[in-house]
């Protein structure tokens, strides 16, 4: 806790714990899973913890903040909304000032309704997204939105990154699968626009401007997401390409061939799996060393599964005869196609285990995936001799996690003080060359800050301001986030772990 600057917001304190009760506003004790990220990278110091239970006390602490800011501009005051604290890009814990508060939505978990003819649910924001998952499984439906960190993402964690996943080939982003938000304005308001319509056209779109704005405008409190049909039929196959031109030719005959039901197609390298197959051992990771790519397709159909089954094996031996698989092995249990999933899932947590690591969350057109792997790798091996490239991700829609792993036998963490900066602008200087995006799904937070100033057009910039400016004139919610602003500084975030 920063001694120094308690006494000056003892009275803000006091009144944040007369909101919540004098359990759930957090000033002492370890705060350790509120202030560090989940990379264990950085960590910063919460001039207070707060977990509202309901909208209308987060609505409250915002006000008490707004109010003891505008009575003292220039203090440093600011929210800091925090889900799962999942996130890779440090948007969710507090910088190293002391004058953060972290706002945990986690009490704010309910499944409000659930609304089968509408094919909708309305959640809070602190649900887990695998309660999501399974709540409409038990409706006999399916929630679309799937991510490795499922069992401690926040629903509203994923609105406020527009997180995407392993299912956005078929059913979207989080944003494609909003209809609704209830929303903590920066003054306190709150916005009931939990509609489940698919179509309203009743002024701006405030939803979509939400959706992604990772806290920065608001303060996401519950949403009303689609729902979708359980298919009848849900088939994986796991295969071996021989380059990645024959992953992309590949991914092209699927959509030719399997139509809308191709649900979802991941690309693993060689290097990723390895790691999997080395500290998850148990998951015997199926012909990994038979090629430099592996992929992971899934195919979800409404008819019964001997029908699927019989367009997929079709699809397969059609790419066999093209030559860009070279080998395939088909999910035969639903066991097996959990084991597929897990291994694809483990890759994350498997690089983590390997060491320090720079990470990269890109899109590309599809088209030029292969030249910019090709390419960046070269340069990247001129630049730093050694380095282990662990690339996989999301080929069917453009979204790979490009990440560089140290050299072997060299210390990772300094490996990424040293190289950190040098790495990430060739990476992106390649990706916006090809017409890309530095970040994919992940968010901008306040690791690639200085990232969107240097990429983004000053015209696009401009507009965010503007709109930052008008909904949160005081910079109170989540300052340093996204956007650099006249009260924070990227050098005063979360100091390196």
């Not at 009144?15 to 359990?23: C, N």
């Not at 009743?202 to 992604?212: C, F, I, Q």
């Not at 997401?225 to 991914?251: D, E, H, I, N, T």
């Not at 890109?362 to 730093?384: C, Y």
Request: hydrophobic share 40%.
């Amino acid at each position: 806790m920063n001694t120094f600057s308690l006494p000056f917001f003892s009275p803000l304190i006091a009144s944040l714990r007369e909101i919540t009760g004098p359990d759930h506003t957090l000033t002492h004790g370890d705060l350790s899973a509120w202030q560090q990220d989940c990379r264990g990278r950085t960590a910063g110091v919460a001039l207070a913890v707060v977990r509202p239970a309901h909208t209308d006390q987060v609505a409250r602490v915002v006000r008490a903040c707004a109010l003891f800011l505008a009575q003292h501009p220039g203090c440093g005051l600011g929210i800091v909304p925090q889900g799962g604290n999942t996130g890779l890009v440090q948007g969710s814990t507090p910088d190293g000032s002391g004058r953060q508060i972290v706002l945990s939505l986690q009490r704010l978990n309910a499944v409000r309704h659930v609304d089968t003819a509408n094919l909708t649910m309305t959640l809070e924001a602190g649900c887990i997204l695998q309660t999501a998952q399974e709540c409409a499984d038990q409706a006999g439906l399916l929630f679309a939105l799937s991510l490795a960190a499922k069992g401690s993402c926040t629903v509203g964690g994923n609105l406020a990154t527009n997180a995407g996943g392993t299912q956005v080939l078929r059913y979207g982003n989080a944003r494609d699968l909003c209809l609704g938000l209830e929303v903590v304005t920066a003054s306190g308001d709150t916005w009931h626009g939990l509609r489940g319509l698919r179509k309203d056209n009743t002024g701006y779109d405030l939803r979509d401007l939400l959706v992604g704005s990772e806290g920065t405008l608001g303060i996401i409190t519950a949403a009303t997401f689609k729902l979708y049909p359980r298919p009848a039929s849900q088939l994986c196959a796991w295969g071996v390409v021989p380059s990645l031109p024959a992953a992309v030719r590949l991914l092209g005959l699927a959509h030719q061939q399997l139509g809308a039901g191709l649900t979802g197609f991941e690309l693993m390298g060689q290097l990723a799996l390895g790691l999997v197959a080395r500290h998850f051992a148990d998951l015997n990771v199926p012909l990994w060393q038979d090629g430099p790519y592996c992929v992971l397709l899934a195919y979800s159909d409404h008819r019964p599964e001997s029908v699927a089954l019989g367009v997929l094996l079709e699809c397969l031996e059609s790419a066999l005869a093209d030559g860009c698989l070279s080998n395939a092995v088909m999910a035969n249990s639903l066991a097996q196609a959990e084991t597929f999933w897990r291994i694809r899932e483990s890759l994350p947590a498997a690089q983590t285990r390997e060491g320090q690591n720079i990470k990269h969350d890109i899109a590309l057109p599809v088209s030029q995936v292969a030249q910019f792997v090709q390419t960046t790798d070269q340069r990247l091996q001129q630049t730093i001799a050694g380095l282990r490239m662990v690339t996989f991700g999301h080929l069917g829609d453009g979204n790979l996690h490009y990440n560089v792993q140290a050299p072997m036998g060299v210390d990772a963490c300094q490996f990424v003080l040293n190289h950190e900066e040098t790495v990430n602008r060739i990476v992106f200087d390649a990706v916006m060359a090809l017409g890309g995006s530095f970040s994919a799904e992940h968010g901008i937070g306040s690791l690639r800050v200085l990232q969107l100033q240097r990429y983004q057009s000053p015209v696009a910039l401009g507009m965010m301001q503007a709109i930052k400016k008008a909904l949160d004139p005081l910079h109170l919610l989540n300052p340093g986030r996204v956007l650099l602003t006249s009260h924070s500084s990227h050098s005063s975030h979360s100091s390196y772990l």
